[in-house]
T-cell receptor
Framework: AQSVTQPDIHITVSEGASLELRCNYSYGATPYLFWYVQSPGQGLQLLLKYFSGDTLVQGIKGFEAEFKRSQSSFNLRKPSVHWSDAAEYFCAVGNSGAGSYQLTFGKGTKLSVIP | EAGVTQFPSHSVIEKGQTVTLRCDPISGHDNLYWYRRVMGKEIKFLLHFVKESKQDESGMPNNRFLAERTGGTYSTLKVQPAELEDSGVYFC????????????FGPGTRLTVL
């Protein structure tokens, strides 16, 4: 069965610092990979996704992620964090089997930003 | 364009009672998903509707949970009777098409069973 591991439950960074959130997945075939963000009181918003092609994916709000098959990783990065980036971030993998498009999520990483 | 809406935002009930959660997807989205996050755990898939049909209900925990999507528009998720372990945040999401098109999530319903 597929699974997603986000090893960091909570990360605190200073505004302007760089950010990397880790995500490792377990899936036999080529995965469909996603990063979502949830701000307080809001639903999850898609930041970016990887299906195939270029392994460096650009997303919204200045985020990017890199797919590394050899490491089964899909880490999220941002070169300079803004206070408004404080939120919870979820990595997810999609089942590429036919018919079901459910997402399997990690436990999430809560990001705090120090002004 | 309105996003995915869920009602109520919070619900507190006692063990053994019944609760019905509602989700209104984005207009025109045929796919509707229910997910649940129990505190401290992952967001887990419950089921997937395509229009009014259940495409995949492999994540439904037991027969105390009943999901419907009459007419292929809004959906309800009923828990009857509720147990303590049903507490959590229930998310609804909707999408277009038959692939991993973006799933748009609602803000969730926080259910507390006492």
């Amino acid at each position: 069965a597929q699974s997603v591991t986000q090893p960091d439950i909570h990360i605190t960074v200073s505004e302007g610092a760089s950010l990397e959130l880790r995500c490792n997945y377990s899936y036999g075939a080529t995965p469909y990979l996603f990063w979502y963000v949830q701000s307080p009181g809001q639903g999850l918003q898609l930041l970016l996704k990887y299906f195939s092609g270029d392994t460096l994916v650009q997303g919204i709000k200045g985020f990017e992620a890199e797919f590394k098959r050899s490491q089964s990783s899909f880490n999220l990065r941002k070169p300079s964090v803004h206070w408004s980036d404080a939120a919870e971030y979820f990595c997810a993998v999609g089942n590429s089997g036919a018919g079901s498009y459910q997402l399997t999520f990690g436990k999430g990483t809560k990001l705090s930003v120090i002004p | 364009e309105a996003g995915v809406t869920q009602f109520p935002s919070h619900s507190v009930i006692e063990k053994g009672q019944t609760v019905t959660l509602r989700c209104d997807p984005i207009s025109g989205h045929d796919n509707l998903y229910w997910y649940r996050r129990v505190m401290g755990k992952e967001i887990k898939f419950l089921l997937h509707f395509v229009k009014e049909s259940k495409q995949d209900e492999s994540g439904m925990p037991n027969n105390r949970f009943l999901a419907e999507r009459t007419g292929g528009t809004y959906s309800t998720l009923k828990v009857q009777p509720a147990e303590l372990e049903d507490s959590g945040v229930y998310f609804c999401a909707s999408s277009q098409g038959l692939h991993y098109n973006e799933q748009f999530f609602g803000p969730g319903t926080r259910l507390t069973v006492l």
